[in-house]
């Protein structure tokens, strides 16, 4: 029996493990462990911002954008599904992100690209919230809340993460932030193959 703590926390969960604040610290710490501290606090600030007025413009505007190009919220979930397939993949072979960056000195709008995007605001996060909103903003008020709450926290959480960045990878080690990476891709995995069947039963393909 559903509950709303519960959606709650499957809500926050889905977010928080598609983000991965963990990977995302991972890539934080190498490409900006010999910048000074304003210059890692501007990057965390972009990324942290920016990441998340993306997420919530397509929170918020994603049902009208697809209704406008005609997409069906079955044909979002099956490649939204594909992508997260890919990004399970990927974080499970590789226990890290993929990475995009060549060498050089750090400049601090690292922090817009590729932090904000697309680390925290990639493909499979952009639609993951658009299926987690379930149509047109309003529509599921409870549901639409949870969701946003829950882009907040994981938002707040990866800010923290940046801002303390040395000591937790410190306390934590590299090794186990990687092996966490590769457990949320296990998950991502997961997320994306229940996307296909709900998308497969609403198409009325299987019941």
Do not use: C
């Not at 304003?38 to 942290?48: E, F, G, M, P, S």
């Not at 397509?58 to 599904?81: D, N, P, R, V, W």
């Not at 990639?122 to 993951?128: Q, T, V, Y």
């Amino acid at each position: 029996m559903s509950s709303p703590v519960l959606d709650f926390v499957s809500i926050f969960v889905r977010l928080f493990v598609v983000i991965d604040p963990f990977g995302s610290l991972v890539l934080f710490v190498a490409m900006t462990g010999t910048t000074d501290t304003k210059t890692r606090h501007t990057i965390t600030n972009d990324a942290v911002v920016y990441g998340g007025l993306i997420l919530l413009f397509f929170a918020i505007l994603g049902s009208y954008i697809l209704s406008f190009f005609g997409i069906s919220i079955e044909a979002l979930e099956i490649a939204g599904g594909l992508i997260l397939l890919i990004m399970g993949i990927e974080m499970v072979r590789e226990g890290d992100r993929p990475k995009s960056m060549g060498g050089g000195q750090v400049q601090e709008d690292i922090g817009i690209v590729p932090f904000a995007t697309p680390f925290i605001a990639g493909p499979g996060a952009i639609s993951l919230v658009i299926i987690l909103m379930k149509g047109a903003v309003f529509t599921n008020p409870l549901n639409d809340l949870f969701t946003i709450v829950s882009l907040a926290l994981v938002m707040f959480i990866i800010y923290v993460f940046f801002t303390f960045s040395s000591r937790i990878t410190r306390v934590l080690g590299d090794k186990v932030l990687k092996a966490l990476t590769r457990i949320f891709g296990l998950l991502v995995a997961g997320f994306a193959i229940q996307y296909f069947i709900n998308a497969i039963i609403a198409l009325g393909v299987i019941h």
